[in-house]
């Protein structure tokens, strides 16, 4: 590329970080960071292709400018905690509301064939679940108690139990996006089509409502945020497959902390969605209003944080 035309194109870029640095405008170390690779990457196209320019020069000073601010705003505020729940993560995670469009569109499309599946193929559902669990819940169906297995454990140790369990899932399904975005979407196909086949096994016993009206008291947080990490996934899949402008090695980089950030964003709501299932689904015999309300709040909750909150912030930003 002749470096005239490496000038045109990455100039706004250049301007636009430069005005960060010499303002007196908040930013966090995290943010500054990301700017930080970008400008470091141009400089390195610049070592390499036009070393001892101009455009070198400027961009090597720019850098060591950046380097200086990071240091120096490096003191983390008490409010660390509560800025990136309440501003960073989501101003951050607007820029990635299509990979969470994309991932829900597969986690909907295998619970739909894990459904169709076990509805056509009666041995289908003990492939999935296990002869001992589908057993264990006939037996707890014929005692007129189908949602018996989430009375079983002690309340503190199911609760722990389940929200580790979780973490894991979503830790497994960001780590493996590693391999091109192959792993993430085996582990979305693997756990919707569980789901989809659980919920027909209960439909096949007539009992849809019931275990609807009892599982997704959690599961509506507990599924929301496996999507979610599912497009933390995606997110670093794609930072390998398609770098842009970026190095490979420096597009992994960006791609690797912005899906660690949305992986964090989801621990919090797998922490409530434990307390529900440990403390709340083993309670059977609330009213059907009680149960609804809890899941259309935690649907409620899902779709602000997730998507209207980011989109509001992102138009605040333009204003």
Sequence with gaps: MREATFIKRNKDKWTKFENVLVSDLPISPMELGDLYIEITDHLSYA???????????????????????????KKESKGRFINFYKYEFPAMFYQYLPQLGVSFL???VFTLIGAYSAATDGAFVRSIMG?????????????????????????????????INNIRV??????????LGVGTFFIMMRNAIMLGSF????????LLWESARTIWIHGTIEIAVIIVAGCAGIVLGNSILFPGTFTRLASFQKGAKAGLKILISTIPFFII???????????THFPD??????????????????????????QQKKL
């Design 131 to 163: 002869d001992g669990y589908v057993n264990m819940t006939l037996e707890n169906i014929e005692k007129g108690d189908p949602m018996a297995v989430y009375k079983e454990m002690n309340k503190v140790d199911m609760f722990l139990g389940i929200t």
């Design 199 to 206: 919920q027909y096994f209960f439909f096949d016993q007539g």
């Design 170 to 179: 979503a830790l497994l399904a960001f780590s493996a996006g590693i391999l």
């Design 289 to 314: 209003i009680f149960n609804i309300t809890i899941i259309l709040a935690s649907l409620a909750l899902i779709i602000l944080y997730y998507i209207i909150y980011p989109i509001r912030i992102h």
């Design 106 to 108: 597969i986690f909907l």
């Design 47 to 73: 070592q390499t292709f036009y070393p001892n320019s101009n455009t070198h020069q400027y961009l090597n000073q720019l850098a060591s400018k950046a380097h200086q601010k990071i240091y120096k705003t």
């Design 273 to 283: 969605a434990g307390f529900l299932e440990g403390f709340v689904t083993r309670i």
